[in-house]
């Protein structure tokens, strides 16, 4: 046989023996997902559970998957507003907040320049009915409280293990795929529904949507002991430059101290740079009675910890059988510290809409309940996104006329007492989440840095700039109005609904345990999933 056809027979028996193998393995991968879909069929027939959760129920059956049991230590979700403690007593789970040392604040103290303004939280406000006050603490202990809740429920199995990707068939998510952390094998869940809430970085959101998220900032944090503020009521937010810095207590006798720091500057902390950066340039623009505390907490040592700021629009997945909560569905700049009461509105919301549904397998509905929770949500969600982002524009320091006069703006608007302070401060507490309130209140502040910036009288130049500034702040409410929904911020028929079902003291209440589960998972950020 001569070369051109050895040549010839060798490539097609090649050929044959590729598609042979690859005929093989795709039978192989086609019968192994034919088996998980008959063993979800045969799990849910049999009842295993209704519901999965990734990442930390209603008397249904429900399978809790934690990547990690051990108390989380985070800089972040340590204050819950007045609005995040009324949901949480709506959901009988107030006690929670009670044995780990939580703080009561009833206002912000801002500073800038050498002046200050204390803010409190409205108390004669008639469409709140709870009382008008946060809370602050270290994060892992509420959610070791909320996790001992969800262990005690009989109806419930909590497992310490590792999410590894979800079991979908036809684009319908059955389960998931896990490894047990005790008996460090690969296993499998399954469920007519499953909740994900495995935190900001978030392992199966690529899976489910296409929301990008952004990295804004970075913040970093560390704890001072034995310490206590001289208003230890208060949480001290502090306008230095070039960002902001932040102190409140988490305990009896800890203050935590946070400085925000520009993404492309962040100094090294292996080197000591971190250190030197806050006690030579940081420190000097802490008020004097706050400082020593301050720097304290670097000269003792204090383990820091640097995250970035982040924010992501709220995106629904297209696949049936899911629900997204916590940061892995939506987030926005943390000044405001309000990313617990939103998911805790959320939870509040799915609660209600899930609870009459008697067949959780039922995906057309599972997923008209879905579509009808992202509507219902935009009076809280987009108030506070809305808000986060406006602060974390506004109070960055700039040597751009126009856009320090905003922040002087946005200073003095908030100091001046009446319903400017009283008002912006019951959005910032969810105690009266309203969207246009807030359009109205940013378009105030707006007005106020045009005031400074065209006086003592206007000139080409002053004028110039104010233009500039009422563009930045129409872009930035552009931006919001096309994410959230030009009728959810403009004219919010949801809003009067949400206020009359989630925000009275006779709406709906939930104190039966049953929705511990979400919160223990969406509050801890640990990469769990939860199966219904």
């Known amino acids: 046989m001569d070369l051109p056809h050895v040549w010839l027979w060798t490539m097609l028996l090649a050929f044959v023996l590729t598609w042979m193998i690859f005929h093989f393995n795709n039978q192989r991968k086609k019968k192994s997902m034919l088996k998980l879909a008959e063993a979800a069929t045969e799990e849910i027939r049999e009842g ?70 204390v803010l409190p939280f ?52 059955k389960g998931v795929i896990y490894k047990n952390t005790t008996a460090c094998q690969e296993t499998t869940a399954f469920a007519p529904l499953t909740v994900v809430c495995d935190g900001c970085y978030s392992n199966l959101r690529r899976s489910l949507v296409d929301s990008t998220e952004e990295v804004h900032t970075y913040m970093v944090g560390y704890i001072t002991r034995n310490s206590q503020l001289y208003d230890p009521k208060s949480l001290h937010l502090i306008l230095s430059r070039p960002m902001v810095c932040i102190m409140y207590q988490t305990s009896s006798d800890e203050v935590r101290c946070i400085a925000e720091i520009p993404a492309d500057s962040v100094p090294s902390m292996a080197n000591g740079e971190m250190s030197t950066f806050l006690k030579e340039s940081m420190a000097p623009q802490i008020p004097i009675q706050l400082r020593e505390i301050f720097i304290k907490g670097i000269n003792d040592g204090a383990s820091m910890k640097v995250v970035p700021t982040k924010s992501m629009s709220a995106t629904l997945s297209e696949k049936k059988g899911v629900i997204v909560l916590g940061d892995a569905f939506n987030m926005r700049h943390p000044i405001i510290a309000s990313g617990m009461m939103v998911v805790l509105s959320d939870v509040l919301i799915l609660r209600h809409l899930l609870k009459p549904l008697e067949n959780l397998a039922n995906v057309t509905q599972v997923s008209q309940v879905i579509k009808n929770f992202n509507d219902i949500r935009k009076p809280m969600s987009a108030t506070v996104n809305t808000l986060g982002d406006a602060f974390s524009q506004v109070l960055v320091a700039s040597k751009d006329e126009a856009k320090e006069a905003m922040r002087q703006g946005c200073y003095d608007y908030l100091c001046s007492g009446g319903f400017r302070t009283s008002g912006l ?108």
């Not at 009067?496 to 925000?503: G, K, S, T």
Request: proline share 6%; net charge positive.
């Open 48 to 117: 295993v559970a209704d519901i999965i959760i990734v990442g930390a129920g209603d008397g249904r059956r429900v399978h809790v998957i934690e990547r990690d049991m051990r108390e989380p230590e985070r800089i972040m979700g340590e204050v819950m507003q007045p609005g995040g403690r009324f949901m949480l007593s709506k959901l009988g789970l107030q006690d929670c907040l009670e044995g780990i040392d939580a703080q009561k604040l009833t206002g912000l103290a801002v500073y800038k320049d050498g002046k200050e303004g």
């Open 122 to 173: 409205p108390v004669e406000n008639n469409t709140f009915p709870y009382e008008p006050s946060a809370r602050s603490f270290h994060n892992g202990r509420l959610v070791q409280r909320l996790r001992q809740r969800a262990s005690s429920l009989p109806n419930v199995h909590v497992e310490e293990g590792t999410v590894k990707s979800l079991i979908e068939e036809k684009g319908v998510i």
């Open 425 to 532: 401060m019951a959005l910032l507490g969810g105690m009266n989440p309203r969207p246009l309130s807030l359009v109205l209140h940013i378009f105030g502040i707006t007005f106020t840095s045009i005031g400074h910036l065209l006086s003592p009288f206007p000139t080409p130049l002053r004028i110039w700039h104010s233009l500039r500034l009422f563009v930045s702040t129409m872009k930035m409410l552009g931006h919001h109005i096309k994410v959230e929904g030009a009728r959810q911020m403009l004219y919010p028929e949801s809003t009067p609904m949400y206020h009359r079902r989630y925000m009275a003291a006779t709406a709906l209440q939930l104190n039966d345990d049953k929705s511990v589960l979400f919160i223990a998972a969406a509050t801890s950020g640990r990469g769990n999933k939860i199966t219904l």
